[in-house]
C-alpha cells in the first residue's frame, strides 16, 4: 500500500511568499499605472481630461507639477506676495507666457526648491522672486515659523525612486479619483489663469487691514520672530547661491515687496529695521558680485505703503500693485544698487519716523464710517 506524502512546511511557506511578494507586484503596478495615467499633480504631464483642481491646502504639492510640465517663459516664485495675480496678467505685463509658483508662507529653502525647477525647465527665460524677510526666519532648511504645511520635497527632487511617496500614496490615489469623477469643493477652483486668487475674506479696504490692531504693540496681532543678520545671510546663501551660479540664460529678478506703513512701525517697535537695511545692503552687494540678478525695490513707494486701502492686513496689497512689481521686474525699474540704496532706505526710514502709527490706525479705521 503506498503512503501519501506529506508536503514539506518549508515549499508551502516558500510557495505562500512568492504568490504574496507577485500580488504586492502587481498590486503596486496597477496603483503607480493608475496615479502615473491622471498624474492630479501633474508631476508627468498635464492632469488626465485637462481639469486641474487647486486648491492652497495642497499648493505646495501642485507648485511642483505646474514647474515640471506648464509652457511657461516666466516663472513667479516665493511667498503670497506674488501669488495674487492671474498668468495672463504677468503676460500682457511682460509679453511672455508665465506660471505662478509662489506658495503662502514659503520659506527660502522653499521657494528656492521652486526656483530650481522653473531653471531646469525648458524655455524659462525670466524668474521674478519674492524677498520676504520672514521667509528666512526658519533658516537654510526649516520652515516659517508658525508656518505648518507640509513641504513635498521629494517631488522637487531629480531622483526617480523619490517620486515613490506620490505614486504609492493612498492620497495619490484618492486625488486621482477625483481628478476625474470628484465634484469641485469648496477649497477647490479650476481657474488656471489665477489658481493662487485670494479668498473673497481677504478684503482690500483700509478699516479690513487695521481691525483689531494695537498701534503701539502691533507684532501683538502676528508674532513675528526678531531675526539676526547673519542668519539671514546664512539662510540665503545657503539656498540660492547654487543656483545664482547657474542660471544659464535666465535673468532673475529678487522684489522686496511693498509692506505697509505700518509693518514698518512694527519692524521700529522691534527695532528689526537696521537689521532688514542690513541685509537690504548685503543682498545689493551680491547682485553685483554675481551679475546674475538684480533686485527690485518696491518698499520707499511712499505713494502705496501709505494707502492702507490698498491692503488687506499691515502686508499684503491687491492685485493691481502685485501687477506694478511685476512690470517693474519684466522692465528693470526700481531696481535698487550700490548707487541709490542709501538713498533709498533714509528715504523709508524717514518716512516711518515722520509718521504716528496711531494716528494711521485711527484713521484707517474711520474710513468705513465716512464712506
Known amino acids: 500500500m503506498r503512503t501519501r506524502q506529506r508536503k514539506s512546511p518549508r515549499k508551502s511557506w516558500i510557495r505562500w511568499l512568492a504568490w504574496f511578494a507577485v500580488s504586492n507586484v502587481l498590486l503596486m503596478g496597477g496603483v503607480i499605472a493608475f496615479v502615473l495615467t491622471i498624474d492630479p499633480y501633474q508631476i508627468y504631464h498635464p492632469v488626465l481630461g485637462g481639469r486641474p483642481r487647486f486648491n492652497i491646502q495642497i499648493q505646495r504639492f501642485l507648485d511642483a507639477g505646474l514647474a515640471r510640465t506648464s509652457n511657461y517663459e516666466v516663472a513667479l516664485v516665493g511667498t503670497s506676495f506674488l501669488q495674487n495675480v492671474p498668468n495672463s496678467a504677468v503676460r500682457r505685463i511682460c509679453g511672455m507666457r508665465a506660471i505662478n509658483l509662489c506658495m503662502s508662507g514659503a520659506s527660502i529653502h522653499e521657494e528656492a526648491m521652486a526656483m530650481r525647477l522653473a531653471l531646469e525647465h525648458k524655455g524659462t527665460k525670466t524668474i521674478i522672486g519674492t524677498i520676504d524677510y520672514n521667509s528666512l526666519s526658519g533658516g537654510p532648511l526649516g520652515q516659517v515659523i508658525n508656518i505648518n504645511f507640509a513641504f513635498p520635497e521629494y517631488l522637487y527632487t531629480d531622483s526617480p525612486f523619490d517620486k515613490l511617496p506620490y505614486l504609492l500614496s493612498w492620497d495619490s490615489i484618492t486625488a486621482s479619483a477625483h481628478a476625474v469623477w470628484g465634484e469641485d469643493t469648496p477649497d477647490e477652483n479650476e481657474n488656471a489663469d489665477w489658481p493662487w486668487k485670494f479668498p473673497p475674506s481677504m478684503v482690500f479696504e483700509a478699516s479690513h487691514a487695521v481691525r483689531d490692531l494695537n498701534p503701539t504693540n502691533i507684532n501683538s496681532s502676528f508674532h513675528m520672530t526678531n531675526l539676526r543678520l547673519e542668519d539671514m545671510e546664512n539662510a540665503f546663501a545657503e539656498n540660492m547661491f547654487p543656483l545664482l551660479r547657474r542660471t544659464g540664460n535666465v535673468r532673475i529678478h529678487f522684489v522686496f515687496a511693498p509692506y505697509s506703513i505700518l509693518a514698518w512701525h512694527d519692524f521700529a517697535q522691534r527695532n528689526q529695521i537696521p537689521v532688514y537695511f542690513a541685509f537690504k545692503k548685503w543682498l545689493v552687494r551680491q547682485s553685483q558680485i554675481f551679475g546674475t540678478f538684480d533686485v527690485i525695490d518696491f518698499q520707499d513707494r511712499a505713494d502705496i505703503i501709505t494707502n492702507m486701502s490698498l491692503y488687506t492686513d499691515i ?6 500693485i502685485d501687477e506694478q512689481v511685476v512690470g517693474a521686474a519684466c522692465e528693470d525699474r526700481q531696481v535698487l544698487n550700490s548707487g ?9 526710514l524717514t518716512l516711518v519716523k515722520t509718521t504716528d502709527p496711531v494716528e ?3 484713521t484707517a479705521a474711520a474710513e468705513r464710517s465716512q464712506e
Do not use: C, D, G, P
Open 340 to 348: 541709490n540704496v542709501e538713498s533709498r532706505t533714509a528715504k523709508l
Open 315 to 320: 502686508y499684503h496689497f491687491n492685485e493691481s
Open 360 to 362: 494711521i490706525v485711527k
